[in-house]
């Protein structure tokens, strides 16, 4: 709850500053915040904490608000010399930290009011962020999409709500769960879970419901699409996961086998169609659906090491992410061109950028010692203890197709002609940015019982 | 007024909100205009809001008919926000017309 007032507190703050006129002051001021609401977070771990049945702060809820407090940390730092290039930086920011209160709410609802309430917190700022480039169409049409997908999910998870509240006659999700095991043939509870189902998979981008997210992601900012491959990502699969695991986790019958085909199309369609695209950010947007496939895999087959995989898999993705479209950044703008060949021969001049990139792409493609390997290690350790071979078998063979569109960014890097060798010029906060994912990448790639201890 | 309500049966709300529902969707999927787009939107949700007071009704249970201002307090946070953005691609493209954006693709 301290998060929540926290966070709240500083976006009202984010908005003052402007008729205050302490713009300047702001940034600092949202990293200490961020920190003091990473500090009072922690705090409550191990104290579960329930509020009149609505929020219930357990150590789920701790953990995934901590590690969506760091990454939005990374990118505040990230983000920050975009969004002062503009004039309506502190309403961009002010924007971001109340989608944040939304992400802290999807971590820990107990009630499905709160649900829907943080997802719509969550996405009503970012459709705005998404299309916060007005001259741009591209980013019009990106921000128009993804409003138009994002309220169309909406309404499939407000009917699913609805459903499930005919049944069990409450929104309250330990007495869904006894209800629904009690009702568990009843066609209203089988249409809820799926209704529910695809209102969820059209916020966390799993095939056939990730149509919206290549356009998306690559008309936004790029800051902004590193916010919604990362923060976004992140929450949509703890509410996913939270939502399945207390309601729906005694009548796995009526939703694994449709999960199962959907998390095959996601990781077929995402990982082949990332190997045709030209533009880097477009090639990351796929990568982001395919990663989604490989993330719920660990929803399909629920066990107890569900929980750890899922956020480990979240944490170290999104930091990875966070690396790559932070030297998306500076290379795009550096040289006006998002594709693969803009770079090509940069690791002479570039040695930080080109080895950054290089750790996040091998993390992303699942390569030993980087934290990407761990993450699909343990999400395919618990489909194999739930007895999901054949989906890791098929899952195996798509990462081996990602490894191939990931190393061509690799290659272009090292082993193309230079192009030119001037340095590209990164700041100083880049520069933090990327010391601090690629040791993180590293770190958990070696030690990953940092993060899996926790839960 | 309640049991006004219960004089119909319960599976007729269940499926007038559901072919409401229905209608929402092929809208959403089949009208190229944006504005109609977004009052599909709405009939999706009002459909539900009607789904939920009938359950809430029949269950004797308050929470139904709460949860209905929550969503209508929602879907018009976000309507706001969908005319907004129509508004800044209206300026850029002089259409409401959801074919002209197709600059993304591949």
């Known amino acids: ?61 701790v953990i995934f608000s901590c590690a969506i407090l760091i990454i939005a940390f990374l990118w505040f730092m990230m983000a920050k010399n975009y969004f002062l290039q503009e004039t309506s930086v502190t309403d961009h920011f002010a924007l971001i930290l109340f989608s944040l209160v939304g992400a802290v709410v999807m971590v820990s609802f107990s009630n499905l009011t709160m649900l829907f309430l943080g997802i719509e917190i969550l996405s009503v700022s970012v459709y705005v962020l998404a299309a916060s480039d007005k001259s741009n169409v591209m980013s019009n049409e990106s ?125 077929f369609v995402g990982n082949v169609s990332a190997v045709r695209q030209k533009s880097v950010k477009r090639l990351l947007a796929y990568s982001s659906v395919a990663h989604a496939g490989y993330i719920a895999i660990a929803v ?14 979240t944490f170290t993705y999104s930091i990875s992410s966070i690396s790559a479209f932070t030297i998306l950044f500076i290379v795009s703008r550096h040289k006006g061109s998002k594709d693969i060949s803009a770079f090509e021969g940069m690791s002479k001049a570039n040695p930080l950028l080109s080895f950054a990139m290089t750790v996040a792409m091998l993390s992303l493609a699942g390569i030993p010692p980087t934290a990407g390997f761990f993450a699909k290690y343990y999400v395919f350790l618990t489909a194999i203890n739930a007895g999901n071979t054949l989906l890791v078998l098929i899952a195996v063979i798509a990462a081996l197709v990602g490894i191939y569109y990931y190393f061509r960014v690799i290659i272009a890097i090292y082993f193309k002609p230079e192009q030119q060798l001037v340095p590209i010029k990164v700041g100083p906060l880049h520069r933090t940015v990327l010391i601090i994912t690629t040791i993180l990448t590293l770190l958990f790639g070696l030690f990953p019982n940092l993060i899996l201890g926790w839960i | 007024m309640l049991g ?94 959801i074919d002209v954006l197709n600059r993304l693709k591949g």
């Open chain 1, 1 to 61: 709850m301290n998060t929540l007032i926290i966070l709240s507190a500083l976006g009202i703050i984010a908005l003052f500053a402007e008729i205050f006129r302490f713009r300047k002051a702001l940034f600092p001021l949202i990293l200490l915040g961020l920190g003091g609401a990473f500090f009072f977070t922690a705090k409550e771990y191990n104290h579960p904490q329930i509020f009149l049945g609505m929020m219930n702060f357990d150590n789920y809820a």
């Open chain 1, 143 to 267: 921000g128009f999409k993804y409003f138009l997908m994002g309220s169309f999910a909406t309404g499939f998870l407000l009917f699913g709500i609805t459903l499930i509240y005919g049944i069990t006659g409450s929104f309250d999700l330990a007495s869904i769960h006894t209800q629904v095991a009690a009702n568990h043939d009843s066609g209203l509870v089988i249409a809820g879970i799926l209704l529910l189902m695809i209102g969820l998979a059209f916020k966390s981008s799993l095939a056939p419901f990730h149509f919206w997210a290549p356009d998306v992601y690559e008309g936004a900012p790029t800051t902004v699409t590193t916010y919604m491959a990362t923060v976004v990502k992140t929450a949509a699969f703890a509410a996913f996961f939270r939502l399945f695991s207390t309601c729906f986790a005694g009548v796995t019958g009526h939703w694994t086998d449709v999960l199962w085909w959907m998390v095959v199309l996601t990781l």
């Open chain 1, 300 to 313: 399909v087959s629920m066990g107890a090491a569900s929980t750890s995989a899922i956020l480990y898999y």
């Open chain 2, 4 to 97: 006004d309500l219960k004089t119909i049966p319960l599976d007729w709300y269940i499926l007038l909100s559901s072919i409401l529902f229905c209608i929402g969707v092929m809208g959403v999927l089949f009208r190229r205009n944006a504005i109609i787009i977004f009052m599909s939107i709405e009939l999706m949700l009002n459909a539900v809001n009607l789904l939920l007071v009938a359950f809430s009704a029949y269950h004797n249970d308050a929470k139904g008919q709460v949860f209905v201002f929550f969503t209508m307090a929602v879907a018009a946070a976000e309507i706001a926000v969908g005319l907004a953005i129509l508004v800044v691609v209206y300026r850029n493209t002089k259409s409401t017309d």
